[in-house]
């Protein structure tokens, strides 16, 4: 009985030397992949990470806004100028849209107002997306910079270099189906990757751009 007691425990050591030197070797492997992925990402040159080649369509939404500016720019000037404030009949037997007079000063200020607003508001909102569209994404030398380049409205780009730690990515690049946004501090609206472009190093945005992080305000 004794010797049965005595080979169950030395059974149970080796056991538990044996999980301890696995754990620890778990261990030791993600601490050795944890400091090379560090390394990989302190880069020794520039490194593009993500690039999306679509001026044409840039081109065509600018054109696309403008057209729209003018079009209702030029409708609220002709209704602030040109509509008459003609009395309309007490006729009851009017339908209700006949007994509207567009002259009267409430409709056609109103009006004049909306189409301006809404002129304003394509034009805004189209140059907006244009100028928060990235065309690049580069790492600098030593992973500690980054450089978004962006579309611009009249056709040429933009280049803006900041740390990497004042850029945020909301997403993980596998989840996101249409666009990725990236948050930058300082920076009201967020920046767009459009997933139609090309992660040219995509491991190594992961460990860079790709990670979310909490920004100072």
């Not at 056991?15 to 620890?24: D, G, N, P, V």
């Not at 400091?35 to 044409?56: C, G, H, M, Q, W």
């Not at 244009?130 to 065309?135: C, E, Q, S």
């Not at 997933?195 to 990670?211: K, P, S, V």
């Amino acid at each position: 009985m004794m010797n049965l007691v005595h080979v169950f425990g030395r059974c149970n050591f080796a056991s538990t030397l044996f999980r301890t030197r696995t754990a620890f070797r778990d261990l030791q492997y993600i601490a050795n992949k944890s400091a090379s992925d560090d390394i990989r990402t302190k880069v020794v040159k520039d490194v593009v990470l993500f690039k999306y080649e679509n001026p044409r369509f840039f081109r065509v939404l600018t054109a696309f806004s403008v057209c729209q500016f003018s079009f209702w720019g030029y409708l609220s000037y002709v209704t602030l100028t040109s509509l008459r404030n003609v009395p309309v009949s007490p006729d009851p037997s009017l339908s209700w849209w006949r007994k509207i007079n567009l002259g009267d000063p409430k409709y056609r200020y109103g009006l004049s107002l909306m189409c301006g607003v809404l002129a304003c508001g394509i034009l805004a909102t189209c140059c907006a997306y244009v100028a928060r569209a990235v065309r690049y994404l580069v790492l600098h030398k030593g992973g500690q910079n980054i450089s978004l380049v962006t579309y611009t409205p009249l056709g040429g780009q933009r280049t803006i270099t900041i740390g990497l730690n004042q850029v945020s990515c909301e997403h993980s690049r596998h989840s996101a189906r249409v666009q990725l946004p990236l948050k930058i501090t300082g920076h009201w609206l967020h920046y767009v990757l459009d997933m139609r472009g090309e992660f040219t190093n995509g491991r190594l945005f992961d460990q860079t751009a790709g990670l979310k992080r909490v920004l100072q305000k």
